[in-house]
């Protein structure tokens, strides 16, 4: 089945500084790869995903980039705001299914 | 905007009950999830469920596990006899079509 390994499992950036999260994953069939959000105490909340047909998405200050043969996907979040802050997980489809394998989880901080 | 909602928020349970726990899927959906995350780790896939039946499911939901979808807009899912390991965060999601999830806020179970 799908193995989804996340990097880094915290990151403290300045506001205003760029950052990146990333994942592999290990199945060649997965399709769909979307980054979630999470607050304390709230649910996962989508913010941007990526299918497999798609090199690069981009959405105001946030983007996916894809590198298929490679099999990993980053998460690039720009000029960071405090209220960024939260814990960002990456997931990919397992095979063609809409089961998501979700990654562990980055501690995004953002110091003022 | 439409979400999903989960009912209870917190339950506190004594090992050996069994618990139900609620959800609300957004109207127009077909498919539905449920997913759990122990304190601190990644968000774990419980079940499937389309067309009135699961479609998959992992080997964390065994036999002490239930889900039911009763009067077409809630969908449940039960614990016969709860466990100290079942303490967690329960997430019900739901798909339209495609793959776009959209999770609740939650029901955070504790076993004691």
């Known amino acids: 089945g799908e193995n989804v390994e996340q990097h880094p499992s915290t990151l403290s950036v300045q506001e205003g500084d760029s950052a990146v999260i990333k994942c592999t994953y290990s199945?060649?069939?997965?399709?769909?790869f979307p980054w979630y959000k999470q607050e304390l105490g709230k649910g996962p909340q989508l913010i941007i995903d990526i299918r497999s047909n798609v090199g690069e998405k981009k959405d105001q200050r946030i983007a996916v980039t894809l590198n298929k043969t490679a099999k990993h996907f980053s998460l690039h979040i720009t000029e960071t705001q405090p209220e960024d802050s939260a814990v960002y997980f990456c997931?990919?489809?397992?095979?063609?299914?809409?089961?998501?394998?979700f990654g562990t989880g980055t501690r995004l901080q953002v110091f003022p | 905007e439409p979400e999903v909602t989960q009912t209870p928020s917190h339950q506190v349970t004594q090992m050996g009950q069994e618990v139900i726990l609620r959800c609300v899927p957004i109207s127009n959906h077909l498919y539905f999830y449920w997913y759990r995350q122990i304190l601190g780790q990644k968000v774990e896939f419980l079940v499937s469920f389309y067309n009135n039946e699961i479609s998959e499911k992992s080997e964390i939901f065994d036999d002490q596990f239930s889900v039911e979808r009763p009067d077409g807009s809630n969908f449940t899912l039960k614990i016969r006899s709860t466990k100290l390991e079942d303490s967690a965060m329960y997430f019900c999601a739901s798909i339209r079509g495609g793959n776009e999830a959209f999770f609740g806020q939650g029901t955070r179970l504790t076993v004691v």
């Open positions: 997931a990919a489809s397992e095979g063609g299914t809409d089961k998501l394998i």
């Open positions: 199945d060649s069939a997965s399709n769909y």
